[in-house]
């Protein structure tokens, strides 16, 4: 007999036995043939809510509630038997309704209950109970009403809640107005959607015109920004091309695209442009710093989505997103630290009594370009280079920051082309994303410092030059320089501690 | 004068921005733990739900970049974990129709979603679908540790032990962790060694941090304790396991048998009307029909078996194969020919012990004893503690007239659990005190 050897070490898993579990039956109705599906429609008026719910019952347990219905055991469920169980019924149904206007429980009044069959698959029959129940409110003033609805919560199936008011305004409600099943007529086949599990809502009504109501319930579409769903369709266009027959020229269009991608990419919220614009403005930043930002974003971006690409086709069983998470918070922590960094070198040289030459006059003084030879006439010789060894890692660290976090697209792209067997290709894109990101970014870096040395020599010319305006704007951004450093380390470090946090809410 | 307004400025500004920092980090971490995933949704569920996280992000994500073949995969996985955990059936289509995705975006080498189309079929008990997928998806990729988690789960169900050793073996090693723990602890229960089995069950419950997965170690754990007659051990893992996940089916019905197994029959009735309400699967319901015959209430037993009738020609009516389940139940309803049928047509399509019983006990029911006791040893060959095997074995031996192969074997179905169940245990008794007795 094999004996099992078994090691010692021991990591989570992700799946279990299927074994001993119950052999899955193919579903006759569309949500499995012992669902038992709910719906509540709430309408809100002056001095009541009215309910009428659905309860749409699969196969099986209409079955199992067979017995029920026909009170006579003759074999068939007579009017009058179904009139009758309908009402029992609806009773539990109301029974199970939890409502609450203004801290005031809602007592239900079953106006009407029905309950009929109709033909399932496999010779069976389904069944449908409506009831509609009524419970006096006071809604005419501000109020806010909450509904439970806990009848049956054990069974599987759908759960639909709805609101609308009439003759008043529903102000903020957690659900649509109106049915996406049509009152469970016709279930939604989205193979991204898990069925439907509403269980509970609260609106809160003020008295006024209008029955409408903005449907709140978060429908979940392409995303928000013009900007934003053109990228991800590019993108969709481009993770395609990794997987196309590859001729030249789709190959040179695939790169073209890369590059398009990368800059649009870079273009998107995110990637330290907030910082890179912070630092740049605080530093009094050169072209070269932003083309030292940009690159190292760039090399850092091209290498950490090689890097996890190859991690990731290695079969190991790390996720993917946990990675992306951690790499989030590193990057945030990252910034931090820059930031830190920066109001660190702050105090020590206010310590030394030099700040205002920094911050101050000398700015308005030299749009020459030629920091370094104006700086030395002022600071000693070796703390000017410590300084700016300092701002060059400050720099470094920004770009490391912003491209720390591989784009998901370039990363399935290399992922996509890898599975083909065309990893060369796959590392060319990447490159060519990265470069698009590169000059995004540098072009964003030279348009801010161009603006600034224009705002600066308007400063220059305050009284001369005419435009008021521009004057005032001028001198406001001059004034703003004074206490720039600080406020950029600030800045470096809230929007750091930002990012950070918002990569911790996805990993732990 | 510059000088001197600006430094308390700069350090308000630096503190200012420091506190605000600091404010915003502790209130987005603060507030992420409670901050349910879906608003409209304040269900009685406990909080860690990784699941459901994992579906969630993976929808997501394939709204924004629909070709994401391994999300697809992963979100078909999801799915079918989601089915087996809340029974509801309606995520199987959907496992599949994601599963399909993935490998029409990549259709060679994509192990993924051979995975989980091999475990799709697992879960529909295509045995031997499950195994060729499995087969294939190690082929492509032979460090992919959930590949041989299908394998093994084929593998076994097929009864080729020695192969479903070897998966789970090689499981173990690429990565020793819950789902190899509990495999192997199947396995060794199978061959009869069922303390090293518990050993094994509770290191993966070790591991186990979703609720999910304690309340399937609990529930295999109770199931263990209670094939082997220790109700009290059995119950206290059931409970364990309730309080971790407090709706779960299996769990119910474990304390359902331990009540019926401690004659506690009122209470155990009353759980099986609650959990076959929530899911009336064939082989709840004939559990919950042999109670109620047990319990003298013919015409309510065969309530629940026609129940379980129409439950099963649904499935069957989907193209769903359980022969299994289909002989069991003509067993139960009367009906030996169709239970003969049934257990045959089972047999060749797997070897599995319980295949071998279920064939056994068939060929009993309709008078060919001599044929089924080849088929009872068969199964108890295995090694397998199993009172029902050892009962059916018993009673096979006591037509052949082998007086004392029976008294042996049905004396060892009631050492291995006195209460295996309602209705065999006691006609177990009975035909010990009549051999007794001549």
Known sequence: MTRLVVGLAAVPAAVLAVVLVPAAPASAHPLGNFSVN????????????????????????????????????????????????????????????DGRAGGQRLVWTVERAEFAYSPGTGGLEVSRLGCWLTAPAALDAPTEVRVDNRYLADRVGWREMTATGVGLRLVDSTVPSHSVSEGLRRYPEDLLASALNVRS????????????????????????????????????????????????????????????????????????????????????????????????????????????????????????????????????????????????????????????????????????????????????????????????????????????????????????????????????????????????????????????RRMTGAALATGAGPGGLITGLARLTARLHTATPVATAGLVLLVGAGLAARAATGVF | ?????????????????????????????????????????????????????????????????????????????????????????????????????????????????????????????????????????????????????????????????????????????????LSAYARASYDLEQRGLTDQASDLMRRALATAVDRHDMAFCRNQLGDLALNAGDLAAADAEYAAGLAAEPSSVALQRGRARVAAMSGRTDEALSAYASLTRRAPTPSYLIEYAELLRSAGREADAMAQLRLATAAHKLFTGNGGVDGLTGAALAAATGQPATALREARAEWARRKHADVADMLAWALHLSNRDIDSLAYARRASATGARSAIYAYHLGMIELSLGDRAAAKQHLTMALEINPHFSPLDAPAARQALANLGSS
Not at chain 1, 345 to 365: C, I, M, S, V
Not at chain 1, 382 to 405: D, F, K, N, W, Y
Not at chain 2, 62 to 71: A, E, M, N
């Open chain 1, 38 to 97: 709910e719906y509540l429609g709430l309408t809100l008026s002056a001095d009541r809510v009215e309910a009428s719910a659905v309860v749409d019952i699969a196969e099986i347990p209409t079955l199992q509630d067979r017995s029920d219905v026909d009170g006579d055991g003759d074999g068939s469920a007579s009017d009058t038997e179904r009139y009758s169980y309908a009402a029992t019924t609806c009773a539990d149904l109301a029974a199970g309704v």
């Open chain 1, 201 to 452: 809502a609260t609106i809160r009504v003020e008295p006024g015109a209008g029955t409408g109501v903005e449907d709140s319930a978060a429908v979940l579409s392409g995303g928000g920004d013009p900007l934003s769903r053109w990228m991800a369709a590019v993108d969709r266009r481009f993770q395609g091309l990794a997987g196309g027959t590859l001729t030249p020229l789709v190959g040179l269009l695939a790169v073209l695209l890369a590059i398009l991608l990368g800059a649009g990419h870079a273009a998107l919220p995110g990637h330290g442009k907030t910082i890179l614009a912070a630092y740049l403005a605080g530093r009094r930043g050169r072209p070269r710093d932003a083309l030292t930002v940009a690159g190292t974003v760039t090399l850092t971006h091209t290498g950490g989505v090689l890097a996890l690409g190859l991690l990731l086709t290695a079969g190991t069983a790390v996720a993917g997103e946990e990675i992306l998470g951690w790499l989030g918070l590193a990057s945030g922590a990252l910034v931090v630290a820059v930031g830190v960094t920066m109001l660190a070198g702050l105090l020590r040289r206010r310590g030394r009594g030099q700040h205002d030459h920094l911050a101050g006059h000398h700015h308005t003084h030299s749009h020459d370009h030629d920091h370094d030879r104006d700086h030395l006439g002022h600071d000693s010789n070796t703390h000017e280079q410590g300084r700016r060894r300092s701002g060059r890692l400050g720099l470094a660290g920004i770009g490391l920051a912003g491209g720390l976090v591989p784009s998901p697209s370039a990363l399935v792209v290399l992922l996509a082309a890898i599975g083909l067997g065309r990893t060369g290709f796959g590392v060319l894109l990447v490159i060519a994303y990265g470069a698009g990101m590169a000059a995004t970014l540098t072009g964003a870096g030279l348009i801010l410092l161009e603006l600034q």
């Open chain 2, 1 to 177: 004068m510059r000088r001197s307004i600006g430094t308390p400025l700069r350090v308000g500004a630096v503190a200012a921005a420091t506190a605000l920092a600091l404010v915003l980090l502790g209130g987005v971490l603060g507030r992420a733990p409670e901050e349910p995933q879906v608003a409209a949704e304040p269900v009685a569920v406990t909080p860690v739900d990784r699941l459901e996280q994992t579906i969630q992000r993976s929808q997501e994500r394939l709204r924004r970049v629909p070709g994401d073949w391994h999300t697809w995969a992963s979100l078909g996985m999801a799915y079918l974990e989601r089915a087996r955990i809340t029974a509801d059936p309606t995520y199987y289509p959907k496992a599949e129709a994601a599963v399909r995705r993935s490998l029409a975006v990549k259709p060679d080498g994509n192990t993924d979603a051979l995975v989980a189309q091999g475990a799709l079929a697992n879960a529909r008990h295509d045995f031997a679908a499950a195994r060729r997928v499995a087969l294939a998806a190690v082929k492509t990729n032979g460090y992919h540790a959930d590949a041989y988690a299908v394998l093994a789960d084929a593998e076994t169900q097929l009864g080729h032990s020695a192969d479903a050793t070897a998966a789970v073996q090689r499981l173990l090693d690429l990565r020793p962790g």
